[in-house]
């Protein structure tokens, strides 16, 4: 499947490491919150 379609399966790796990253941003962004 990967390798039939490589430009599909690295968009949507992009798309939810992108999202991953937001969301830590998020936590990192309560986590600091909540130290201070």
């Known amino acids: 499947m990967a390798d039939k379609s490589p430009k599909k399966?690295?968009?949507k790796t992009v798309a939810s490491k992108s999202l991953k990253e937001k969301r830590a941003?998020?936590?990192d962004k309560a986590a600091s919150k909540?130290?201070?």
């Open 9 to 11: 399966t690295t968009a």
């Open 34 to 36: 909540r130290k201070d």
């Open 25 to 27: 941003d998020k936590k």
